[in-house]
């Protein structure tokens, strides 16, 4: 398969993994907002969470065996991009390992896991669309990174 065959399918894989994790989130937040009405949901809750993080680990395999080994011979900000995936695909898993232990009986009262529910989709959404606009434009592959901070 040609490189620029192998670009436009990564491309493809990663709008779709976002479109149904995007999907996932929505669920989860409806049923959430439920649960919020009736505390008998939340176990709704556990179940959408459960098929969230499945899909959101294999997301992040994908990327990190595809996206990585071409994010690192991009440029000579590669490793930057690179160590900065990790950070987030770390970030975003402890998250997921607090909400789903959040989401157990009697853990944390349904209101205030609804609005955890929310903050975290809001976050997610926000940086899937910095992603996808970093990664899925080819304009922009060789580009500096946003970098937030540059010393200690």
């Known amino acids: 398969m ?10 493809k894989r990663i709008s779709s993994d976002h479109a149904l994790l995007r999907g996932l989130c929505r669920a989860l937040i409806a049923v959430a907002r439920a649960a919020e009405r009736d505390e008998r949901h939340r176990p709704v809750i556990r179940d959408v969470l459960g098929q969230l993080c499945a899909e959101v680990e294999r997301h992040f395999q ?3 065996e595809t996206i990585v080994p071409l994010l690192r011979e991009v440029d000579a ?5 690179v160590e900065r995936m990790y950070h987030d695909h770390a970030e ?3 998250v997921l390992v607090a909400l789903t232990e959040d989401a157990e ?6 209101e205030d896991l609804a ?20 990664l899925l434009s080819a304009e922009d592959i060789g580009a500096e990174p946003l970098i937030d901070q540059i010393d200690g």
């Open 2 to 11: 040609s490189s620029m065959i192998a670009k436009i399918e990564v491309r």
């Open 62 to 64: 994908f990327e990190e």
């Open 77 to 81: 900000w590669g490793p930057v991009r």
């Open 92 to 94: 975003h898993r402890s």
């Open 105 to 110: 009986e009697g853990v944390r009262n349904v």
């Open 115 to 134: 609005d955890e529910i929310v903050w975290f989709f809001q976050r997610f959404e926000q940086e899937m669309a910095a992603e996808e606009e970093r």
